[in-house]
């Protein structure tokens, strides 16, 4: 099987998830509490967000490798501008559709606020991100973060990989500290609309650039061949899952803990200043690192481990990553994600203008919008499916 082959499952696999969690109906639904987020701090937008560094700094520094750095940086940004249209046209789709629909502006408030066609300041703050409707904030982060891609690919290219981690751990940590405010403060006072929302964002891009550009140093350096996965990730190293093992056995307790509600109060306190999710806190990345770890060797050294249970760990997982249906949905991932917002804002009005479903009635919904997600990937490869001599890249 290809590497990307993996790869595409993996992200088809963090799209079935993401539609789940993304889901809200009143009373909450049972299914989306069976997932792995339940048990590590560890979600589906931290792994998509990797998926995507490691793609670019693989793909883009074998480009300019081959075609140079101005051709290698061209791509990247003509990639970073297709991301901008269809993060625009989402909300253009969006507020368009709050002019047809009764009600929707109602419906929808809490996710777009007053946005309006009406409120060029807003519109404004939207087109520059300041302003995030609900759902929408991961294209954002690629945008920005593909903006500064080129020169760290040519960097790494150039040796310098080092200097890219450092300064990305320094950025992160100026978002732990919050040094973004002496920024963000003044202006979210200066955009803010008539619903009080100003500056609007989910996710701290200093803090969650390190998932990115780490990813993106690795790409880099797996297509200079600087990095023998096959070496450091093999079946005699069982140190490595082993230590990634322990730390996730140590944060899995915890987790467990505050989602549930059974860390005490005078733990929380403390625990809470590590563990912001919007700023990718110290417990976010040292479990993320220890997963990110223990699933890299189990997919590389598991199956040729001498322990059977572990082979057949590895060997399961990868099965559910070679899932035809996931990796269809890898394979267009900026696609289905585009759609999967519009199945989650379809599937919340309906919600919102109906009686309360059944657990029933929203598991069937669920299972539905997981199947509807393949639509634009399959309309991009109905070449192939309806014999057609060219599929659609």
Known sequence: MKRFDLIDG???????????????FVGG????????????????????????????????ARKMMKYGYETGRQAIWNRSMELYKYAMGLVIAVLAVTLVLPHASYVWFNWI???????????????????QPTFMDILPQYIVYMLFAPVLIKLCLDGK??????????????????????????????????????????????????????????????AQNKIEWKKIFSPENSWIPKVALLVCLFFMPLRIATAWGFMPEYVIGKFAAMEIRADFGPVYLINFIAVGVGLTWLLIAGPKHHSQIVRRIANGVIWVLSLKFLQLLGRHSLQV?????????????????????????????????????????????????????????
């Open 337 to 393: 994600y585009v759609w999967h917002v519009a199945i989650v804002y379809a599937v919340y009005y309906m919600d919102g203008r109906t009686a309360e479903l059944s657990q029933l009635e929203k598991t069937l919904i669920a299972v539905v919008g997981i199947a509807l997600l393949a639509l634009p990937a399959l309309w991009r490869e109905r070449d192939k499916w309806i014999g057609g001599t060219k599929a659609t890249a």
């Open 161 to 222: 990989w080092a200097y890219v981690m450092v300064g990305s751990l320094l950025v992160w940590m100026a978002g732990q500290l919050g040094l973004q405010k002496v920024i963000t403060t003044p202006l979210h006072e200066l955009v803010k609309g008539p619903d009080d929302q100003g500056i609007r964002v989910s996710f701290n891009m200093l803090g969650w650039q390190i998932v990115f550009f780490s990813a993106l140093v690795m790409g880099a350096m797996t």
């Open 10 to 24: 993996m992200r088809g696999y963090f799209l079935v998830f993401m539609l789940i969690n993304h889901l809200v």
């Open 113 to 131: 606020g007053a946005t309006s066609f009406d409120d060029p300041l807003r519109l404004a703050a939207i087109a520059t991100f300041v302003f």
């Open 29 to 60: 639904y049972w299914l989306v509490e069976v997932n792995h987020r339940q048990f590590a701090f560890v979600e589906d937008a931290q792994g998509f967000v990797f998926l995507s560094g490691l793609l670019i700094g693989l793909v883009y």
